[in-house]
């Protein structure tokens, strides 16, 4: 049929359908559901006669229209970010109940050790808090000024000094949970100790009514949120120590699902514990009956947003262990990656593409790996690999091969080592999805070019040296990746494809960078699990049996954990890039229901199949 005599015939159905669901005229049910489904299967014959002239554009945007009239009125923002406050971030501590309740007991009885180690060994306190330091309050306390500390620094510079410190406190304690627990345990036990130890220092002087007033002014908050932290990295443990019914994958990926939500929760209170130390910890000149009521009220909300409000909320309320919905499919079920899904359930769906394409993304990280660990010694030698600076469980073991004042030379082997990652990750996502994505993401040397200069964009952040642009470049990387996955699954330019992401994320409630946080913490995980004590005990074994002398044993050892560096970098991309692929496609579907469409049109066929003509 002819596209002209093809509108000709349809077009009456057509301006019916725009006047009933603009409200123009008045509509039943049944009307409004016939022409919907005449309108789905207009647009299927449309799609295939006319896939590239403006009535299947129009046709589309009909069939649309209804289900973003249903999409809009979901929770907004506002809504949603009330809810994690009020009842995924409570269901959470409640079926994390007991690991909290482990780690504060554990805290407790860290500070008691800490105590009676100080009564018994009166030079303990010199060993846990450091000799400098206990010499210099020593001196703050002749001069009549024990908590002049606090007074040291710029009330702005202590503030994200020590936001940053207790972040990273907090999430080693969380992080350390994956290995059975125990890690975490130490760090509760080291803090426990300190904790004990330092309130016991000032007791032993004469001062705990100042100093217990000055130091709980924020110590309420923030050696609280490090103890809720414990719990979140015991959830991770238990996750993997015992995963019950379930596979221990499966019950790993809900403990840190559980886990993420309760570190994320504690963002605000360690920010709210930094102001107080830098703005209001230093007043030691307030009334002490304010200081001893803030403090109460601090320990108050703890215990009450924490622990009651959620035993309080979910007790009665027959809790399951967990949702079924936060399960992993298993590999042989067919994932469909047209529909629309919830930010937890992309989390979910990226660890079922990850699974799928784990062991040929492995081969291809160990070659890369090992590539560049050659390049990077090819380039600059021994004395480039004097200047590697390994820490256990940090970041900045990765981040310095991106530092370019450090290493410049390595500028190129990073743009071709990430971008290579990310192509390769679209060809094995392309060859698993081939029956779904159609003609869709053609995999080509044009596609590496475009990786490449997206990832020069953020590279370009850093080499800069400035640490603003370099902090922005950070933030962006998940609008970075979704450009790119836009322009990779469309094929479009990049011009084109970043002002489709603007569309496709404008109005449809996408939260790509929840996601992408939610990924990047799981990220960060397997990276420490690969760049741990355990495989440096390891790299040692292999300098022990190799006969050579001590500095060759020292490069091997540094290009060897160099080579497991990149492996876990090399590794984690493909997740993070799982979970904008996912994204993209629940965004194309919230603006252009097209999956939609085509289950409506089908249940018409149905309806007609069985000779029906209403269900």
């Known amino acids: 049929m002819r596209e002209k005599d093809f509108v000709e015939q349809n077009k009456e159905n057509w301006s019916r359908f725009e006047r009933l669901i603009s409200g123009e005229v008045k509509s039943n049910p049944d009307e409004l559901s016939e022409l919907y489904n005449q309108i789905t299967s207009d647009l299927s014959y449309a799609r295939t006669y006319y896939n590239k002239r403006s009535i299947r554009v129009y046709l589309n945007q009909l069939a649309k229209t209804v289900y973003l009239g249903l999409y809009k009125h979901r929770r907004g923002r506002w809504k949603s970010f009330a809810s994690f406050w009020t009842d995924s971030l409570p269901l959470a501590l409640y079926r994390a109940r007991k690991e909290l309740n482990v780690s504060l007991l554990f805290f407790l009885a860290s500070m008691m050790i800490g105590v009676l180690s100080s009564v018994h060994e009166p030079d303990f306190a010199q060993v846990i808090l450091g000799e400098r330091y206990v010499n210099m309050t020593e001196d703050n306390i002749k001069n009549g000024e024990p908590m002049a500390v606090y007074e040291s620094s710029g009330e702005i510079d202590m503030f994200f000094s020590i936001t940053y410190n207790n972040l990273l406190v907090a999430f080693r304690t969380y992080i350390l949970g994956a290995f059975f627990g125990v890690g975490t345990l130490i760090i509760l036990l080291y803090n426990g100790i300190m904790v004990g130890t330092f309130q016991y220092f000032f007791i032993e002087r004469s001062l705990f009514q100042e100093s217990f007033l000055t130091i709980w002014m924020h110590g309420a908050l923030e050696i609280s949120a490090i103890v809720i932290a414990g719990g979140a990295?015991?959830?991770?443990?238990?996750?993997?120590?015992?995963?019950?019914?379930?596979?221990?994958?499966?019950?790993?990926?809900?403990?840190?699902?559980?886990?993420?939500?309760?570190?994320?929760?504690?963002?605000?209170?360690?920010?709210?514990?930094?102001?107080?130390?830098?703005?209001?910890?230093?007043?030691?000149?307030?009334?002490?009956?304010?200081?001893?009521?803030?403090?109460?009220?601090?320990?108050?909300?703890?215990?009450?947003?924490?622990?009651?409000?959620?035993?309080?909320?979910?007790?009665?309320?027959?809790?399951?262990?967990?949702?079924?919905?936060?399960?992993?499919?298993?590999?042989?079920?067919?994932?469909?990656?047209?529909?629309?899904?919830?930010?937890?359930?992309?989390?979910?769906?990226?660890?079922?593409?990850?699974?799928?394409?784990?062991?040929?993304?492995?081969?291809?990280?160990?070659?890369?790996?090992?590539?560049?660990?050659?390049?990077?010694?090819?380039?600059?030698?021994?004395?480039?690999?004097?200047?590697?600076?390994?820490?256990?469980?940090?970041?900045?073991?990765?981040?310095?091969?991106?530092?370019?004042?450090?290493?410049?030379?390595?500028?190129?082997?990073?743009?071709?080592?990430?971008?290579?990652?990310?192509?390769?990750?679209?060809?094995?996502?392309?060859?698993?999805?081939?029956?779904?994505?159609?003609?869709?993401?053609?995999?080509?040397?044009?596609?590496?070019?475009?990786?490449?200069?997206?990832?020069?964009?953020?590279?370009?952040?850093?080499?800069?040296?400035?640490?603003?642009?370099?902090?922005?470049?950070?933030?962006?990387?998940?609008?970075?990746?979704?450009?790119?996955?836009?322009?990779?699954?469309?094929?479009?330019?990049?011009?084109k494809a970043f002002s489709r992401m603007l569309a496709l994320l404008n109005g449809t409630k996408r939260h790509i960078f929840i996601t992408f946080a939610s990924l990047a913490l799981i990220s960060v995980l397997l990276i420490f699990l690969l760049d741990s004590p355990f495989t440096w005990f390891y790299v040692e074994i292999i300098q022990w049996n190799i006969e050579a002398d001590a500095y060759i044993k020292q490069q091997l050892a540094m290009l060897s954990l160099l080579f497991i560096n990149q492996l876990g970098l090399a590794l984690v991309i493909p997740l993070i890039l799982s979970g904008q692929i996912m994204e993209y496609f629940s965004a194309v579907e919230a603006r252009e229901a097209e999956e939609l469409a085509e289950r409506v049109m089908q249940i018409g066929v149905k309806r007609s199949a069985y000779g029906m003509e209403r269900e």
């Open 233 to 495: 990295g015991l959830t991770i443990g238990r996750g993997i120590l015992f995963p019950g019914t379930l596979p221990r994958l499966q019950s790993f990926q809900i403990g840190a699902r559980r886990s993420i939500k309760i570190m994320l929760g504690l963002i605000p209170v360690f920010m709210v514990a930094a102001f107080i130390e830098g703005f209001f910890t230093r007043l030691t000149e307030l009334p002490d009956f304010f200081r001893a009521a803030f403090i109460i009220l601090c320990f108050a909300f703890i215990a009450l947003y924490f622990w009651w409000y959620p035993w309080r909320k979910f007790h009665n309320a027959n809790v399951l262990p967990y949702d079924t919905d936060q399960l992993i499919p298993e590999l042989e079920q067919p994932l469909d990656i047209r529909i629309l899904r919830k930010t937890r359930e992309i989390f979910t769906a990226s660890f079922v593409v990850f699974r799928k394409l784990f062991f040929k993304l492995l081969i291809a990280a160990v070659g890369l790996s090992f590539l560049y660990t050659a390049v990077f010694w090819a380039l600059g030698g021994s004395q480039e690999t004097d200047k590697i600076a390994f820490d256990s469980f940090s970041l900045y073991n990765l981040y310095q091969f991106h530092s370019y004042n450090r290493f410049p030379q390595i500028f190129f082997p990073n743009l071709i080592l990430v971008s290579a990652v990310l192509w390769l990750s679209f060809l094995a996502f392309k060859k698993s999805m081939a029956d779904k994505l159609g003609d869709r993401l053609a995999v080509n040397f044009t596609l590496f070019l475009k990786i490449a200069f997206i990832v020069a964009l953020f590279e370009l952040t850093l080499l800069s040296g400035n640490a603003l642009a370099a902090s922005l470049g950070i933030i962006a990387i998940p609008f970075l990746s979704f450009w790119m996955t836009v322009s990779a699954i469309e094929g479009s330019s990049l011009p």
